[in-house]
């Protein structure tokens, strides 16, 4: 016989207690539901992509500045693409192509991103990109990120690693006047890779605010 297990309260001497009749008939329509919640969970996760900065009119390998949104169009799905296809939330952007771009950078939800090039990030007003989760953000040896006006760069939870434990990527970053890099969740703020350069330059800030906070800097140098 099917059956779900639903709540009766009865009187005792301690005040309430909750006690358990079985009732057939709804466990399956129970279970059904929660097979669709799962299925959605899965989904919405697996919408999430690679995307690989164009700008635009132009491609993965020879890319423009532009604006980093949700709305416009100037990213590729492949490395080497036109622009044509929009940012969403959670997507891993990847910045390649030649070096000088400049981002404008809006408020959004960003997974892993990897610097192949030289980019700065900026903006004429406060913005915040707010990494996934224990997503890295991987930068290429010899290439230059630069965090300037206005951008924050917020890490939450795991995570909050630059070159994430990979000896291949050993970039610099910059975080220049008005920019700002951050840990908000009570884990730390890790710097990896071989040769990693962390700068930050007089207005720039580097922060923690977790409970617990430190930061960690394994096979890289800083000033």
């Known amino acids: 016989?099917?059956?779900?297990?639903?709540?009766?309260?009865?009187?005792?001497?301690?005040?309430?207690?909750?006690?358990?009749?079985?009732?057939?008939?709804?466990?399956?329509?129970?279970k059904k539901i929660v097979a669709a919640l799962a299925i959605v969970g899965i989904a919405g996760s697996a919408l999430a992509a690679n995307k690989f900065w164009a700008g635009p009119s132009g491609t993965g390998s020879a890319p423009t500045s532009g604006t980093w949104d949700t709305a416009t169009a100037n990213w590729s799905t492949t490395?080497?693409?036109?622009?044509?296809?929009?940012?969403?939330?959670?997507?891993?952007?990847?910045?390649?192509?030649?070096?000088?771009?400049?981002?404008?950078?809006?408020?959004?939800?960003?997974?892993?991103?990897?610097?192949?090039?030289?980019?700065?990030f900026t903006n004429d007003a406060a913005v915040t990109v707010s990494m996934v989760t224990g997503t890295p953000w991987m930068i290429a040896p010899g290439k230059t990120v630069t965090i300037g006006t206005n951008v924050t760069f917020a890490f939450s939870s795991t995570g909050g690693t630059i070159n994430n434990g990979s000896l291949a990527f050993?970039?610099?970053?910059?975080?220049?006047?008005?920019?700002?890099?951050?840990?908000?969740?009570?884990?730390?703020?890790?710097?990896?890779?071989?040769?990693?350069?962390?700068?930050?330059?007089?207005?720039?800030?580097?922060?923690?605010?977790?409970?617990?906070?430190?930061?960690?800097?394994?096979?890289?140098?800083?000033?």
């Not at 009766?8 to 309430?16: E, F, I």
């Not at 908000?184 to 800030?205: C, E, H, K, W, Y």
Request: glycine share 16%; hydrophobic share 30%; net charge positive.
């Open 1 to 30: 016989m099917k059956r779900i297990i639903t709540p009766q309260l009865s009187a005792s001497n301690a005040g309430h207690t909750c006690e358990f009749a079985q009732r057939p008939g709804i466990s399956v329509l129970f």
């Open 79 to 120: 490395s080497g693409g036109a622009a044509g296809t929009t940012f969403a939330t959670s997507d891993a952007p990847n910045f390649g192509g030649t070096d000088g771009i400049f981002i404008k950078c809006s408020t959004l939800t960003s997974g892993t991103i990897t610097n192949n090039n030289s980019y700065t």
């Open 170 to 223: 050993g970039g610099t970053i910059i975080v220049d006047n008005g920019g700002k890099l951050q840990q908000t969740a009570n884990q730390s703020m890790q710097f990896d890779g071989s040769g990693t350069l962390i700068r930050v330059l007089t207005g720039g800030l580097l922060q923690h605010t977790g409970t617990g906070s430190k930061v960690r800097i394994p096979n890289s140098s800083g000033h």
